[in-house]
């Protein structure tokens, strides 16, 4: 699978003007963190049961192919068949090749970034096989031929007018103003896809080694309706996504439910282990559990980027991140977005095609503070970042390093001397004056100054500091 380099300086800079976009981010993302905030807060003992968690990652990542194994015989126990596939392109050849043995000519698909990563579309449409995407978001996405802004919200960078738009251009239908009338659309359509669908495809937010069950969490029930009306059903997961046993699920079903969406639990928890039994009224013939790797072993070799690996998707990092949120997810290049893409891109892809995304981050570790698994993203991206300043040699990235360096020590020195941050001070307020704009913040300041203020805003520095109009407050009240 080959990649293009990510652009993300470009990409981010063509999002920062969009309005229509830093809105809606903003929007959707604000829902999101006071949800996840007041559910989390309900809970007790809410760090102890992350520090549990990150433990149980932990183990499990160190001995991955333990539980591997374990995972494969007890998929096999329960009727099912595991597949390997070491990368994409034999991932795809292995579930094209199930649908061309099954003789299917049309797969719906619900709740898999592992499939977007992999580009599974398209390798059916080029084999002749109809797909379609049934969870909604992933629906629009598949319309509008994006790759998703989000984890869980894929399609959060359209607004109701785009998918109206969209809709009708797509679908034939009038423009309709009410989300209502727009998701009765797709119910409608969607709903014979289902019923003549040969097989169908999902992903897994868990797989219990112990038992060999899967677990899917969503909202709408198209991924229950994807898993038990075809014939077949290929789940396709990532090896990280293993859990021990099958007791740790009440750990992570409450973790994971509250972190992305806020809720106590997702609307449908589906557990599935096997093909449907002889006493079962529903579920496919066939169970095809493909394990797909695709550079998630060479992450699991760095023990310094390994936890990575630990990452449940559910988004919380995203919601919280002060350059995803101004940015969006297509300014990654890729399918995975904000913290976690920023760290699992250069990865999966090599850092050589994305050399920008360790550098799209302001360190400012709120993304650590609300993962559940405790994923310490700071660290990663600050390993990340020596790769590329290592593989880059001395390039303009290690030049514009080496000033950030020389301007964080300045700082340092004049912050930590009263005299020297007051004549600072002093002087800055009257070199400011070429690029004041009335009251507020500066117009573009000069290069290297620029690399900020071309896309960020950059106040004004005051004539009078903090300390001198605090000392006034204080007299006058007495």
């Known amino acids: 699978m080959s990649f293009e380099k990510v652009a993300f300086e470009k990409d981010s800079s063509k999002a920062l003007k969009n309005k229509k976009l830093r809105k809606a981010l903003v929007n959707v993302t604000d829902r999101f963190r006071a949800a996840r905030l007041r559910a989390s807060s309900q809970v007790e003992d809410w760090n102890e049961l992350r520090a549990s968690a990150r433990e149980i990652k932990k183990g499990t990542i160190e001995n991955l192919d333990k539980y591997l194994l374990m995972l494969e015989e007890s998929v096999k126990r329960a009727g099912g068949k595991v597949h390997w596939a070491k990368d994409a392109a034999e991932a795809c050849d292995i579930i094209v090749g199930i649908a061309r043995e099954g003789e299917v000519s049309s797969v719906v698909k619900s709740k898999s970034m592992a499939t977007e990563e992999i580009e599974l579309n398209s390798a059916f449409e080029k084999n002749g096989i109809k797909v379609v995407e049934t969870d909604l978001g992933e629906y629009i996405i598949q319309l509008a031929g994006e790759h998703p ?39 409608e359509r969607l709903r014979s896809e289902f019923l003549n ?47 021990p046993r099958y007791e740790d699920l009440s750990l992570f079903l409450t973790l994971l439910a509250r972190s992305a969406t806020g809720q106590k639990s997702s609307t449908y928890v589906s557990f599935i282990t096997g093909p449907r039994r002889e006493t079962d009224t529903d579920g496919p013939e066939e169970f095809h559990l493909v ?53 699992i891109n250069p990865q999966l892809m090599g850092i050589d095609k994305a050399p920008e995304l360790p550098f799209a981050s302001s360190l400012c570790g ?45 700082w340092r020195l004049t912050v930590e001397s009263k005299s020297l941050y007051e004549a600072a001070n002093k002087i800055a307020y009257y070199l400011q004056t070429p690029w004041k704009k009335g009251k507020g913040n500066l117009d573009s300041l000069p290069y290297p100054f620029s690399r900020w203020t071309n896309e960020r805003d950059f106040p004004q520095v005051a004539k009078e500091p903090f300390r001198k109009r605090w000392k006034k407050i204080k007299r006058e009240l007495g």
């Open 149 to 187: 802004s989000h984890i869980i919200a894929p399609a959060i960078h359209k607004t109701k007018d785009d998918i109206s738009e969209l809709f009708s251009e797509k679908l034939g239908i009038p423009h309709y103003d009410e989300p209502e009338e727009l998701t009765k659309v797709a119910r």
């Open 291 to 343: 394990l797909l790797d695709n550079g998630r072993s060479g992450i699991l070799a760095s023990e310094k980027t390994r936890e990575s690996l630990y990452c449940i998707r559910c988004g919380a990092c995203l919601n919280i991140c002060p350059v995803y949120r101004q940015v969006g997810g297509h300014s990654y290049g890729w399918v995975y977005s904000g913290p976690i893409g920023a760290i």
């Open 366 to 410: 709120a993304c650590r503070g609300v993962c559940p698994v405790k994923i310490d993203f700071p660290k990663v991206l600050l390993d990340l970042r020596k790769q590329v300043v290592d593989k880059e040699g001395k390039s303009n990235r290690v030049g514009w390093h080496l000033f950030e360096m020389l301007g964080i020590k300045l």
């Open 197 to 243: 669908a040969g097989m169908g495809v999902s992903g897994a937010n868990f797989a219990v080694a112990e038992t060999g069950t899967i677990v899917i969490v969503e909202n709408e029930g198209n991924a229950r309706l994807t898993t038990t009306v075809p014939k077949i059903h290929v789940a396709l997961v990532g090896i990280e996504k293993l859990l």
